[in-house]
Each structure stands twice: as structure tokens, then as C-alpha cells.
């Protein structure tokens, strides 16, 4: 089945950009979309079909990808921002919606 | 505001039922595909079963073909998971989300229920 790979944990300063990866067999031909879940709430979609934005979420979540691997882009990351983040494809050779794994963002 | 929530959670012994409820609000429900998602403590997101918006087609993970059942009834609003022959395994938060088709994002997500199998 397909498999979403993403790091564990992603660290930043505030005021910097934080970059979370998912990587996946050419990726780069699927819709990626990414979410995030803070504590103890459920998720929250921040950007869809690769690169856009629900409304509501701020310009600093921007979204690519190409090839094997999608990136979700925090610009000037914020402490609010800290929560886990996790990408999501749907695999038609499987038809199964994916998810990667997560990636906990820490902001410093 | 769309909302959904969900309820029916609850303990349960390994082997034992258990049917969870998603009622929907704030949208037309009959446009969207209905899912559960679930997350087991301290784990990560994994999709469970979906059905398209008039009811006709169903899928499942593997992980609970053959036990559980998903069902709407869109004049209800309501979306239902019969969960059988429960396991340690499952259990988890579950959580009711929508997405407009198959390929785009889950847009809504309800609060969860939680779902505990243990004796």
C-alpha cells in the first residue's frame, strides 16, 4: 500500500520558517493535503490540493509539491503554530486515503 | 457554522458492539462524502471506512472489513459506523469528517468520540 513518510519532529525559532516533508512514490502526481492538530482537538485542514488555503488560514501556510516529496512552508512561525502536522493523499491504486505519519512542530 | 458530532463512544469488552453516531449540521449533507477517521492514543491519523454522498458506494480499511458497517440516511443527516467483533486495537478516538468527493480534503471533522475496548 501506498506509504506517506514524514520526519518526526520539526523544530524553528520564532519569526523563522518552518518546513514540514511527506514523502511518497511520486507524490507529485497526487492532490496533497495538510492538516493540523493541536492537543487534545481535532484536526484542522490548512492547505488542500497541494498548495491552497481554506479560508480563515493565515498566508503563511503555503504548500508544494514535486516528485517524491510535498512541503508545507510556515513563514514566520508563531507559538500558536505548534501542533502536529500531517499530510494526506487519496491512492487510487488502493483507494485508500493516506496519511503520513505526523510531524510534531516545536517552536523554540 | 457546519458541525459534527459525533457520540456513542464508550467502553467496551474485546469481541463486544458498539455503534457510533455523526449527526451533521450547517450543511448539505447529501453533497458530501462521509468518513471515519480514527487515532489510537499518541498515534497518528488513520482513515477507517467512507461512503459516498447517496449511499451507494462503501469502502473499508482493511483493518475492519468484515467488522464494521457504515450507513447513512440523508434525510436524517445522520452518519452511522456499526462496529463488531471489537479488538484492543481499536481503540481509539474516532472522528466523523467530510470531503466534497473522493480526491479533495477532509474539509469538516467533528469533536470525536473515544472508543475504549478492554476487559
Known amino acids: 500500500s501506498y506509504v506517506l513518510t514524514q520526519p518526526p519532529s520539526v523544530s524553528v525559532a520564532p519569526g523563522q520558517t518552518a518546513r514540514v516533508t511527506c514523502g511518497g512514490d511520486n507524490i507529485g502526481s497526487k492532490s496533497v493535503h495538510w492538516y493540523h492538530q493541536k492537543p487534545g482537538q481535532a484536526p484542522v485542514l490548512v492547505v488542500y490540493?497541494?498548495?491552497d488555503r481554506p479560508s480563515g488560514i493565515p498566508e503563511r501556510f503555503s504548500g508544494s509539491n514535486s516528485a517524491n516529496t510535498a512541503t508545507l512552508t510556515i513563514s514566520r512561525v508563531e507559538a500558536g503554530d505548534e501542533a502536529d502536522y500531517y499530510c494526506q493523499v487519496w491512492d487510487s491504486s488502493s483507494d485508500l486515503h493516506v496519511f503520513g505519519g505526523g510531524t510534531k512542530l516545536t517552536v523554540l | 457554522e457546519v458541525q459534527l458530532v459525533e457520540s456513542g463512544g464508550g467502553l467496551v469488552q474485546p469481541g463486544g458492539s458498539l455503534r457510533l453516531s455523526c449527526a451533521a449540521s450547517?450543511?448539505?449533507?447529501?453533497?458530501?462524502?462521509m468518513h471515519w477517521v480514527r487515532q489510537a492514543p499518541g498515534k497518528g491519523l488513520v482513515w477507517v471506512s467512507r461512503?459516498?454522498?447517496?449511499?451507494?458506494?462503501?469502502s473499508y480499511a482493511d483493518s475492519v472489513e468484515g467488522r464494521f458497517t457504515l450507513s447513512r440516511d440523508n434525510a436524517k443527516n445522520t452518519l452511522d459506523l456499526q462496529m463488531n467483533s471489537l479488538r484492543a486495537e481499536d481503540t481509539a478516538v474516532y472522528y466523523c469528517a467530510s470531503t466534497f468527493d473522493l480526491l479533495t480534503a477532509f474539509q469538516y471533522w467533528g469533536q470525536g468520540t473515544l472508543v475504549t475496548v478492554s476487559s
Open positions: 450547517g450543511l448539505t449533507f447529501s453533497n458530501y462524502w
Open positions: 461512503v459516498n454522498n447517496d449511499g451507494s458506494t462503501i
Open positions: 490540493d497541494d498548495s
